[in-house]
């Protein structure tokens, strides 16, 4: 607002910072239109406040640019970030792995890998971040995959049911071209929402996933479905050559439990 | 503030002071409250064990025993008891160890197999502490809010999926819904999103256009070019069409079925609906005698040194003593419906593709006949119903139609009353998808 200061009036000490002065000529109503705008002012950067405070309470917008996920987020950020704290860590989740036929999965052991399964199952801690390799990929001889899976969730099924429901990675023979193509392949695997379930039968080893473009936040996009439970990213073709390079491209060789699949019981007579 | 203004004259030739605008900044530190990050909660990171709201029927210390009358047969109930089946009684499961049918706690008699088939608890049987999501169960039978009513066409409106509920007439005409107790199967589905990022992007390759690789003896000392590319080139514009991701709306239509409240507030004031007082705020002489008439009837129930047992729907007897009240017991019913509903299944997990076969028992617990019996239950979307797999031992009229999830209504209408004591039983089968 102006100062309007006229030169007949005696000058006075400034007690405060912002000063109004109106003229004693002034009237009345030119006084009340000065607290009609202020009380306006108020009111505005009132309800401002309030629709910031209102706005705090909704869900996130992910929309603008400060997505969850990106391409170049590196694996196991998520369980680092700060609102990953009151998370427990060094949990065994049991992991299923399946692909299109062909294809047999081996997770790191003693410096090689593990017998390479079909249907290979194993206990991931959840919070760290497993290397596994791919074999037998269909129409490509030979070639290899290296992805990653996260684990950013666990899931909570009944004493005595854990091997029974385990979390599935299933990928499809689409994820492993692409991903031999050069490309970044990501899933955001989700536990659905039984309220807001697509009304479709589904096998525990469909592959069919809800794909997304590039503008949109994959984590968030899975959290609004459910609640996200592992990250797994397929790109990587080769392990380093170096061995000194084996343990950053394994990140570490996190601890893992195997799975064994119960042998059938010989029928008796 | 206005008040302020109005009064202090120095105002007018004065100043505004700065507090008024220190005032202002108080408005706005204020609102921010600090409850304003409450509402946060990062996707992608879990949600907590039990932050959800899920019916929390009660869990008997045993955790294996239903909080829920005991499954019999109708011929179970009748024949062995003369006397009138108890009424409003609810015999527990727990109470019944000397009964036959108490030897198999926990499970339901089939009227197929003789064998004991387990059943599924109303709640998930956890062990005590141990956390569990809520959307890993797949769960049926309940009444989510909107409360299921009876419409005026006889229609159930707020029958919600997942909502399994029964509506009867009594003898007295009143119309009355029961919901069932909720049953939950341990059933997790998962689902994935991918996304494919590579260095083509919008139609534009982002990358080395060349790299200069000499050619001779290696070894020269020439510093050759990295494969890092150290600088990322972002678009400034890209003609990224927005696709239809899913169809899904996590905020289910809520049915406007005609469920107006005000029709309670009419029965609230009913009671004063005979008294002028009520809108004149003054009492006309008129009501001295309704009002003499409720007092009396109010000594009329006083007595000393004796029991009185009140019964609804049943005249008071008329005292003339005078007495006052030295105690007051309140002796409660079970239940104030004359029906109880109760569903079970007969697994308590359930892999995609397995059968489950569900059990829906109505009996009636009241003392009186009622009528106009009519069960509905309609399934979640990740329950089907297999075709003709339903069966009522009770003569029945069963439809069928889509509900808003995906997956079916059921109704069956029984064309006969229920006696007191007598009971109904429904099984059908769903597929798990």
């Known amino acids: 607002m102006m100062q309007t200061r006229p030169k007949s009036m005696h000058t006075r000490p400034r007690t405060a ?26 009111t505005l950067l009132s309800s401002v406040a309030f629709n910031r405070v209102a706005a705090a309470v909704e869900p996130l917008d992910t929309s603008g640019r400060h997505p969850l996920y990106y391409k170049s987020l590196p694996p196991g950020a998520v369980w680092q970030s700060p609102a990953a704290v009151t998370m427990q860590q060094g949990t065994f989740q049991p992991v299923a792995f399946s692909g299109p036929a062909g294809t047999k999965f081996s997770l790191p052991l003693a410096g090689s890998h593990s017998e390479e399964e079909p249907e290979l199952m194993a206990g991931l ?59 970044l392949v990501t899933r955001v695997v989700y536990l659905e929402d039984p309220q807001t379930a697509i009304p479709l039968a589904q096998q525990r080893t469909e592959s069919r996933p809800i794909d997304i473009p590039l503008d949109q936040d994959a984590l968030a996009t899975a959290d609004s479905f459910g609640r996200p439970v592992a990250i797994v990213r397929l790109g990587s073709k080769s392990p380093p050559r170096n061995p000194a390079l084996s343990s950053q491209f394994y990140f570490g060789f996190p601890a893992w439990a195997p799975i064994y699949k119960p042998e059938p019981m010989p029928e008796t007579p | ?58 869990l008997t210390p045993g955790g294996h025993t239903p909080a829920v009358p005991g499954v019999k047969t109708t011929a179970a109930i009748q024949p062995e008891q003369n006397e009138i089946a108890q009424v409003g009684y609810f015999g527990r499961l727990s109470d019944r160890a000397d009964d036959q049918a108490g030897v198999c706690q926990g499970c339901i008699q089939s009227t197929d197999a003789e064998s004991c088939q387990t059943w599924a608890p109303a709640t998930p049987v956890m062990a005590m502490g ?34 399994a509920v029964v509506h009867y007439t009594t003898e007295a005409g009143d119309i009355a819904v029961q919901a069932s107790n909720p049953v939950c199967l341990y059933s997790p589905r998962f689902g994935a999103i991918r996304q494919v990022s590579g260095a083509v992007a919008g139609e534009k390759a982002v990358g080395l256009r060349g790299t200069f690789q000499p050619v001779g003896p290696n070894g020269i000392g020439l510093t050759q070019p990295s494969l890092v590319v150290g600088e990322s080139l972002e678009l400034a514009h890209a003609d990224v069409a927005r696709r239809v991701d899913a ?64 019964i609804e729907s049943i005249t008071p007897p008329v005292l003339t003593r005078d007495a006052k009240v030295e105690g007051f017991v309140r002796y409660d ?52 119903y297999i075709e003709d797999s339903q069966h009522c031992d009770r003569q029945a009229e069963f439809t069928t139609k889509g509900n808003a999830a995906g997956s079916v209504r059921m109704q069956w209408t029984l064309a006969d009353p229920l006696a007191v004591g007598e009971a109904a039983k429904i099984e059908f089968k769903c597929r798990v998808r």
Not at chain 1, 17 to 42: G, K
Not at chain 1, 157 to 179: F, H
Not at chain 2, 28 to 44: D, E, K, M, Y
Not at chain 2, 136 to 150: K, M, Q, S
Request: include cysteine; charge should be negative.
């Open chain 2, 130 to 163: 141990q956390p569990y999501d809520p959307q890993e169960f797949l769960c049926n039978g309940g009444d989510t809010p909107p409360a299921a009513r009876v419409m005026v066409n006889d229609h159930v409106g707020g029958l919600d999926p997942q909502d």
């Open chain 1, 17 to 42: 910072a912002i000063t109004i002065d109106v003229a004693e000529s002034s009237n009345r109503a030119e006084a009340l239109v000065y607290m009609f705008v202020l009380a306006l002012l108020i």
């Open chain 1, 125 to 183: 801690m959840v919070g760290a971040v497993y290397r596994f390799r791919i074999t037998g990929i269909p129409n490509a001889i030979g070639a290899e995959l290296y992805p990653t899976v996260e684990l950013i969730g666990r899931i909570y099924p009944p004493r005595g049911l854990e091997t029974l429901y385990p979390i599935p990675i299933n990928l499809s023979e689409s994820d492993l071209q692409e991903a031999l193509d050069g490309n």
């Open chain 2, 333 to 384: 019913f079970p239940d104030a419906g004359r029906l109880e509903i109760m569903k079970v299944a007969d697994k308590a997990h359930a892999q995609q593709g397995d059968e489950v076969s569900f059990a829906i028992h109505v009996r009636n617990v009241g003392d009186s006949a009622v009528s106009h019996i009519e069960i509905a239950d309609s399934l979640v979307g990740r329950l089907e």
């Open chain 2, 247 to 310: 169809m899904r709306d996590r905020n289910r239509g809520v049915p406007v079925e005609g469920i107006v409240q005000p029709l309670l507030a009419e029965d609230a004031l009913e009671i004063l609906a005979t008294l002028d007082a009520v809108s004149l705020n003054r009492l006309d002489e008129s009501q001295i005698a309704i009002l003499k008439q409720g007092a009396v009837a109010a000594q009329s129930w006083m007595i000393r040194d004796a029991v009185e047992v009140m």
């Open chain 2, 1 to 58: 503030m206005f008040h302020c203004f109005a009064s202090c004259r120095s105002f007018y030739r004065g100043t505004f002071a700065a507090g008024t605008l220190l005032g202002t900044m108080v408005v706005l530190v204020g609102c921010q409250s600090p409850t304003a990050t409450n509402g946060f909660r990062l996707p992608g990171t879990p949600n907590l064990p039990g932050m959800h709201q899920t019916p929390t029927p009660k």
